[in-house]
């Protein structure tokens, strides 16, 4: 896939996903109206359209963000972020690059993970098969 630099992604992007996919930032927890979204259906990068996450893998943690206890396969990768004066473990979308949160082991069963993502930074898409 071609890079696509700082200008192709803001021409795409609002200015909020612009901020969250390449810049790392984090949205108001609370926010997203993902963090109500019940249906079943499929979680994608908005950054590349990429499925992400399952609805049948999406749980109520109760931090205000959108929280999973396991992607799909292949579709995020995972790196040491150590900013904030905290060491925590980055995710983003396999396809792009693009930032999507983080993943805290303390998730529940079977994993035992929590995978915090941005609402912002995904895309719903209501029925979808995985
Ligand atoms: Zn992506």
């Known amino acids: 896939m071609a890079e696509k630099s700082d200008t192709d992604w803001q021409a795409q992007l609002t200015p909020e996903q612009f901020h969250v996919l390449r ?10 109206p993902l963090n109500v979204e019940k249906r079943d259906g499929v ?4 950054g590349c359209g990429r499925p992400l996450f399952s609805s049948d893998t999406k749980y109520e943690s109760g931090s205000g963000w959108p929280s999973f206890w396991r992607p799909l396969e292949g579709a995020v990768e995972t790196t040491t972020d150590r900013s904030h004066g ?15 949160g983080h993943v805290f082991p ?25």
């Open 43 to 46: 979680f994608a990068c908005a």
């Open 86 to 100: 905290m060491t925590r473990v980055e995710v983003h979308c396999a396809g792009c690059g693009g930032h999507l």
């Open 23 to 32: 810049e790392h930032g984090t949205e108001r927890p609370g926010t997203s």
């Open 106 to 130: 303390d998730g529940p069963r079977p994993t035992g993970m929590r995978y915090c993502m941005n609402g912002i930074a995904m895309k719903f898409e209501p029925g979808s098969e995985t």
